[in-house]
């Protein structure tokens, strides 16, 4: 479940880390409340200035020590742990982004689902391209892992934080679900 926070007080202070992975830098952000941003991108500092620029009336501040636990998390997440990416969120979005986000979050790993897929399991099957905008909204990427949604023809579509990226995340979380059947240790 996606937990929100619809208005934040103006004097928030948002915390941020910013730490290289194999997509390039993943900046990873938050409040005393939960993560609010997660950024894929090449360029650590545009990653920061789009933070600033997203939350204009908070304090903005790195602190890499104090999210590890997050960044560490993201990490393994990129190096192949099928463990459920589970931060505590503080996002503001609306109950019609809410339900999309939850859907996304039981997709599983390795595992693609339609823009109609998710509209028809919201029970709102005319919601295909509000699905979408949903989707290219999601202020987390991995968290709400939205590049696990594909148009209806099976082709990638946008992504935010671009189409390789995605390509990349998709190709690593079904190497990695197809590996885990073999590594899983048998009786004699």
Known sequence: MVTTHTIAPPDDTIKYAIVATPLGHALVAGTTRGAC????GDDAEA???ELRAEF????VEEDGEGLSAWTAAIGRHLAGD???LDLPLDLRATAFQRRVWDALRAIPPGTMRSYTDIALGLGQPT???????ACATNPV?????????LRTDGSLGGYRWGVER????????RG????EPAETPRAP
Not at 127 to 133: E, G, I, P
Not at 176 to 179: E, K, N
């Open 37 to 40: 941003s997660v950024r894929l």
């Open 47 to 49: 990653l920061a200035a």
């Open 56 to 59: 204009p009336d908070a304090r």
């Open 82 to 84: 099928p463990a459920p």
């Open 127 to 133: 919601a295909v391209r509000a699905v979408a905008r």
């Open 141 to 149: 990427a991995l968290v709400i892992p939205c590049h696990r949604v």
């Open 166 to 173: 995605k390509r990349e995340l998709i190709e690593r979380e």
């Open 176 to 179: 990695v679900s197809r590996a």
